[in-house]
């Protein structure tokens, strides 16, 4: 997925795909989330990428969760939370037990979509869209 994301991102100048960065959505009290994949626009990056504690301040525009299956759908619940309420365009939960795809946007009910379904990014990353199937590592099954 990391792969599709950057190629797509890189060859449009659109900004930088993340991997596993921490994230600073609020400081006192204090919420930083590390999402295994993020987009921030290109006018959004920061000058030196993160700072000096490894973080980026603010949040992503696009966050991506991969629930492992020991992950339980709480914690994951309590991520999606965070990062909706700190203003993060859109969160990608990719359930790999489950086999879907969920997008969840601020003020829309998520949408959850199957192998066999495509996704976009909406106003995040114009243009892309891919086959959820292409999005999950191989092998699957």
Known sequence: MGKL???????RNLGVIVPEVAFVLHREPSVVRLPDLAFLRLDRVPPDD?????????????????RSPS???ADVQDKIDDY????????????????????????????????????????????????VDSLFPSPRR
């Open 71 to 73: 992950e339980r759908t």
């Open 84 to 131: 909706l309420e700190y203003d993060i365009k859109m969160v990608w939960v990719l359930d790999r037990p489950r086999q879907t795809l969920t997008v969840y946007r601020r003020g829309v009910p998520p949408e959850i979509l199957g192998l066999e379904d495509t996704v976009d990014s909406y106003e995040i990353l114009p243009g892309f869209s891919a086959k």
């Open 50 to 66: 993160v700072d000096n504690e490894g973080q980026i301040e603010g949040p992503p525009d696009l966050a991506i969760e991969v």
């Open 5 to 11: 994301l950057d190629t797509f991102v890189e060859e």
